[in-house]
């Protein structure tokens, strides 16, 4: 089974940009898909991006459209999540899960789909 280690969290002003890292071991990487997701205080985790195994398709929560990328280096075992024009309200933990349902090719949102999670890497977005 694959483990997984979010790093790249910090605190940050509103409008800067931070890359996380996910980084896998433990398996072959490129069996799973990749979704980021995080958890503000005092509520549920929810859904921000995923990334299918080869790195063909993507998907976003609309709040992140356009500003955060998700991508995958599979020959290094890791996951991105480049993040820009950051706003306070993103502040939470964000934590990388892989997906090993080798049915489905797309990301999934739903958290329950997951296997695997981190342990979380904590972004403060300072207004």
């Known amino acids: 089974q694959v483990q997984l280690v979010e790093s790249g969290g910090g605190l940050v002003q509103a409008g800067d940009s931070l890359r996380l890292s996910c980084a896998a071991s433990g398996g072959f990487f490129d069996n799973y898909i990749i979704g980021w997701f995080r958890q503000a205080p005092g509520k549920e985790r929810e859904f921000v991006a995923g990334i299918s195994r080869r790195g063909g398709t993507t998907d976003y929560t609309d709040s992140v459209k356009g500003r955060f990328t998700i991508s995958r280096d599979n020959a290094k075992n890791t996951a991105y999540l480049q993040m820009s024009s950051l706003k306070p309200e993103e502040t939470g933990v964000y934590y990388c899960?892989?997906?090993?349902?080798?049915?489905?090719?797309?990301?999934?949102?739903?958290?329950?789909?997951?296997?695997?999670w981190g342990q979380g890497t904590q972004v403060t977005v300072s207004s």
């Open positions: 899960a892989a997906d090993s349902n080798i049915v489905v090719g797309a990301p999934q949102r739903e958290l329950d789909e997951y296997d695997y």
